[in-house]
């Protein structure tokens, strides 16, 4: 079992930065790829980004260019960083855990519990 915690959500202005972390308990992080999720009322999950154990990245078209995703396995942490960051980027974002790089949602059997950010225009 991977039990993951996420922090660092909050409410920003249009175009400002703010970095999602994501902690990891119960596994050591590195046997794990870590997918970035994010949802919002009524819709569903959708592909944020991704990385794999050997520090490959994978980005939804979205947020290519603008968002980072970066990892320190001594730490058991992942990282996610949102540059430039859009009214259309307020969501809930989550991370997620998983043997093998996934862009798909249904693939992840380990989930964080989510954390809000909302970008004001």
């Known amino acids: 079992q991977v039990q993951l915690v996420e922090s660092g959500g909050g409410l920003v202005q249009a175009g400002d930065s703010l970095r999602l972390s994501c902690t990891a308990s119960g596994r050591t992080l590195n046997n794990y790829a870590m997918g970035w999720f994010r949802q919002t009322p009524g819709k569903e999950r959708e592909f944020v980004g991704v990385i794999n154990r050997t520090g490959y990245t994978f980005y939804a078209d979205s947020v290519k260019g603008r968002f980072t995703i970066s990892r320190d396995n001594a730490k058991n942490t992942g990282f996610l960083q949102m540059n430039s960051l859009k009214p259309e980027d307020t969501a809930v974002y989550y991370c997620?855990?998983?043997?093998?790089?996934?862009?798909?949602?249904?693939?992840?059997?380990?989930w964080g519990q989510g954390t809000q950010v909302t970008v004001s225009s």
């Open positions: 997620a855990a998983r043997e093998i790089i996934s862009t798909h949602a249904n693939d992840y059997a380990y």
